[in-house]
């Protein structure tokens, strides 16, 4: 059974893609894919490129073309939650469009035709990615990321949100989380890719996981942490979390 690891940004791929065996590069739709194996596991590595549209694109590919019959995302996020800080994960166990609104002809956040505001992901494969964080935090944690004021990277579970815009404010970051957060959508993190992913693969009917590491905290200074975070930990995240959910399946 294929798993299909997917990412947003090279950087949170590259320790993966210099691990593959027996790895093959196939372009298709303009787009890189390596197909190869990890730890045992057949695997297809992509870049889902930035954004919802680019991200269903290449979750249908994975799937349509190369037979993925899982797919994993593994990337950085906002952190917007309560206690979400920097170089904290977050396993969503599902998500929402933020910047969706068809009111007042659809609930606010719900993509017509589907029976909630929220996409969820495969239980017992995101069940499996939060074993993996947990051990990778438990074992690897401190050497990850040290956070200046001296807290461990951590563990949360629970909502993300995805929309096509990245967040570089704290007002916005406020207006975003405050109404969904007063309708009963707690939200942990935001990002760009995942809502648009977990669609794809409810429609095909095709398990889905996502795990995010936290690079900044979607306020006035993340344009300045999230770079950094990138080039310097995001990577590290992703090869031992990947690594270990691997040996897990």
Known sequence: MTTAILSALPEEQSGLVSSLENAQRVMHAGRSFWVGSLHGQPVVLALSGIGKVAA??????LIERFAARRIVFTGVAGGVGEGVQVGDVVVAHDYVQHDMD???????????GYPGVRLACDAALSAQLAQAVHHCLATEGPGLHAHPAGHLPRLHQGLMASGDRFITCAQVSRALREPLLAAGHDVLAVEMEGAAVAQVCLDYAVPFAAVRTISDRADDDAHVDFPAFIQSVASRYAD???RRLLELL
Do not use: K, Q
């Open 56 to 61: 269903a694109t290449t979750a249908t590919v």
């Open 240 to 242: 031992h979390i990947v």
């Open 102 to 112: 068809v009111s007042p002809l659809f609930e606010r956040w719900l993509v017509p």
